[in-house]
């Protein structure tokens, strides 16, 4: 019985589906069809991808192009110390933080008066790299907010003191950022105050150096810097375990003072 | 139907009929990857739109193509994965788009290994974010484990790409 009604089913089951295919008229042309998603496809994506690149370029340099005093271009380090000579054999010490990363915050509390007390003594040239990738992992804005903070507080002669204030009071919890009120009374803090706080105050409304600190981390990420802290001293890369001490870094240093 | 099925007789259930069920529970299967692959493609993509240095950077720090070129991958593909979400949640060319999609997860797990081996401290970027991370934060196996999943998905679609409530049965009538 089984094999015997096997076969009218299948054909019945065909019969319904060309009825089916009969009662669309002749069916939508599948080569029409095809042909309009490709382009429909194509214009989103490429549409898509000038949107983006657009964006990237607002991003960058949409709000106009602050560059913080002593800073040369969008991209170019800031230097620390600006009103100490330093020797002309003193080695350049780039130094690339992120405000929101743990680990430069260690290696700040190890090694930043180091690095301040040889800038002071004009034995360096200090030049900071503040990056925001972190934004990216943790999806918030305290990097770039902090950052941008930080370079307001340089109008002031106070960037040193907001960027070691920043690092020594980082959240308990990575990725909980810097709220408005907090970098303010970080500002307060690293001196900043009366006519310059209120100065201060407009230049983190106006996001005055947000472009600035987009461009550093876009031309260091270029440059090969994707992770932080990096430290290079006259250019190359130094291995962070070779300074685990203010002794090495100091010797570090005079090694590379000729 | 219920009853016919259940209603097993002596003689050896109709075969028609059982292959039948079969075919149900195949298009069943084959609607729910549809669904879910297409969800996460447009979810995976949305979460690129409008970061584009993110994006950038999230592909560049593979390492694998020279950075310009990474850059335009990294600006494109969120788009590429929401147009291949939505065909799939449409149900519309199921079996190419499923065979692209299979690709592009393909490619996705090929591309975390070799970071992985190359031992490269990254984030996939999978769904937004991406880029260098601490060695201790990467995850490496989860991210390649979810991807195969994904893969896996496509490949059902790419064997099987006859689904329930798709636009090709719609237009097509397949």
């Known amino acids: 019985m089984a094999k015997k009604s096997t076969p009218p089913p299948t054909s019945a089951r065909q019969a319904k589906i060309q009825a089916a295919q009969k009662s669309q008229g002749s069916g939508a042309n599948k080569i029409v069809v095809a042909a309009v998603v490709a382009v429909v496809a ?116 106070k960037f040193q003191e907001f960027h070691d204030i920043v690092f020594q009071n980082q959240p308990k919890t990575e990725g909980d950022g810097f709220p408005e009120a907090q970098l303010k009374s970080f500002a307060e803090q690293a001196g900043v105050t009366g006519a310059a706080l209120t100065t201060w105050q407009q230049c983190v409304d106006n996001n005055t150096y947000v472009d600035y600190v987009n461009s550093v981390e876009e031309a260091s990420f270029a440059a090969g810097v994707k992770g932080t802290p990096t430290v290079k001293i006259n250019g190359a890369d130094v291995d962070l375990n070779t300074i685990a001490s203010p002794e090495q870094l100091t010797q570090v240093i005079q090694n590379a003072t000729k | 139907m219920s009853t016919e099925m259940d209603g097993a007789t002596p003689v050896v259930a109709d075969p028609h009929r059982a292959s039948a069920g079969r075919e149900r529970l195949l298009d069943v299967v084959g609607t729910l990857a549809r669904l879910f692959l297409g969800v996460v493609l447009i979810y995976a993509g949305a979460a690129k739109v409008g970061k584009p240095l993110t994006s950038e950077r999230a592909v560049q720090a593979f390492e694998i193509v020279p950075s310009d070129v990474a850059a335009w991958i990294g600006l494109a593909l969120p788009f590429v994965e929401i147009a291949l979400g939505v065909l799939l949640v449409i149900g519309l060319f199921t079996r190419p788009v499923a065979i692209a999609s299979t690709l592009l997860m393909v490619a996705f797990v090929l591309g975390i290994a070799q970071a992985w081996a190359r031992g490269l401290t990254i984030d996939c970027g999978c769904f937004g974010g991406g880029g260098q991370i601490g060695a201790d934060e990467t995850r490496y196996p989860q991210e390649i484990a979810r991807d195969v999943v994904f893969a896996v998905a496509g490949a059902w679609l790419w064997w099987r790409p006859r689904t329930l409530a798709s636009l090709d049965r719609y237009l097509f009538g397949h």
Request: a negative charge; charged letters at 15%; one cysteine or more.
């Open chain 1, 42 to 157: 194509i214009i989103a994506v490429v549409g898509g991808v000038i949107w983006m690149e657009q964006s990237k370029t607002d991003e960058v340099t949409g709000g106009g192009k602050a560059l913080p005093t002593g800073v040369s271009a969008l991209g170019a380090g800031y230097p620390a110390f600006q009103d100490v000579t330093a020797a002309a054999n003193a080695p350049t010490v780039e130094v690339y933080v992120d405000f929101q990363c743990p680990a430069c915050a260690s290696f700040e509390a190890a090694m930043g008066s180091t690095f301040t007390s040889q800038a002071q003594e004009g034995k360096i040239e200090l030049v900071y790299h503040v990056k925001n990738f972190l934004d990216d992992n943790l999806r918030n804005d305290g990097s770039t907010r902090a950052g941008n903070a930080a370079f307001c507080a340089s109008d002031a002669g």
